[in-house]
């Protein structure tokens, strides 16, 4: 039988895969963070080992779980290497949520099931969020489908549908676990508190059944049980470095206590223009008047459950010493769903529908304009800079020198990359073995090391590198080209 598609879907899906997939290779690989992500995902490639996430060659890498990597690698392994498969994963993955937007919007606003997607789509934060390299976009998904799987679940008349949408919940969880970590489980609390709010204590415990946590164990914690075995010391490393300080140690991103302030706030504004403003007005009468109380005791309230959908991952946000804007992305599911609540009842004249069509224009055309914005740590324009002064030259690796690696160039030039360091006698050896490999081998040398490393490769016998180019303050050289 055919499949059939509601009227709604006719123009809503071709407006998400518009926006997710055209102009998605217009800009080039921005470092440090997207160089990070792509450069682990093609060394999965090349080196065939999809466990054991690393930076460099025996150099692991276990910041995060391996599925936004595994991703990132599946895109490049089937459109080739170029910015525009290195992001399909995350193109899909904003089409997805859209999608799965929609399907709440027939839960929770049956009148316009449309209107949350349409609002998540054109917001500015999600838009920009999928043509980025993080975590976040495909975080936001699987966010998004345990959510759609509680809510469903909390909707069930019998018990046994209400088990079978647990365990898309958990599965949901799981996934994004293995994307994210704990961060990953943040709406769970919500649940938690919804639940125990609406239908009292005994209604949280319908939510851990043991097959949903053991599906929960299989999909996000079984990479983990992996490379603990075969590492155990990562154990600790998981727990106190990955949790336990990025929770309370200065170490990470603005841990300043105002950094919560600063960044979330204008980024939940900003990421969710024009589409938030609709929220404010009644936020500030309910906290004024204290009728936010009453939501709980509603019949379905669906507006309290939102409410702590937001609030409670955007509390432990701000509590936590790791602050960084994208961590709010997974939000703006819910703030779509409160803004259209509050825009239900518009009625889309000519001039609104051509202000929305002139909107969509403007985003891709930022979108497609992205590269022409001037970015020092865009790879893009250091790559092509390399080509030129290397020619048809395929070095086996790029090696550099007292400067952290733009890794964002693994990309282009298809080579892994090394950072060595070189300021005492002792870092010569690996620099000499290196010089003297028949091997071709780019250095990009940090012009303060400029005189020490011409220097090293006399020393070592195996004459000095070529010098090849200059971009910004490296070097460009050459060696085992000959």
Known sequence: MPVSISNDLRWLLPLLLLLAFAFQGSRGIYDPDEGRYSNVALEMLRTGDWLMPQMAPSHPHFTKPPLTYWAIASGIRLFGYNEWAARAAHALAFVFTGLLVYGLGRRLLPGKPWLPALIYATSPMPFMAANTLTTDTLLTLWETLAMFGFITAWQ?????????WLLLMWLGYGL?????????LLPLLACVVFLWSARGAGSVRMLFSGSGLLLFALVGLSWYGAVIGSRPELLSYFIGHEIVARVTSDQFHNSEWYKGLTLYLPGLLGGGFPWVLAILPPAFRQLRSGDWRKARSAPRPAGWLLTCWVLLPLLIFMLSSSRLTLYILPLFVPLSLLSARE??????????RGALALWVVLLLALKAGSDRFPYEHNAAPFAAEIRQAIGTVRPVEIVFIDRTARYGLHLYLHAPLVTLRFREPGDIPQICRRLA????RLWIVKDQARALFEQAAHDCGAGAAERRGQWQDMGIYLSGSG
């Open 156 to 164: 069930s008349p019998g018990p046994a549908d209400r088990r079978r």
């Open 176 to 184: 994004a676990f293995l994307t994210k970590g704990p961060p990953g």
């Open 437 to 440: 490999a028949a091997a071709p």
């Open 343 to 352: 825009l239900q009842d518009l009625r889309w004249t000519a001039w609104q």
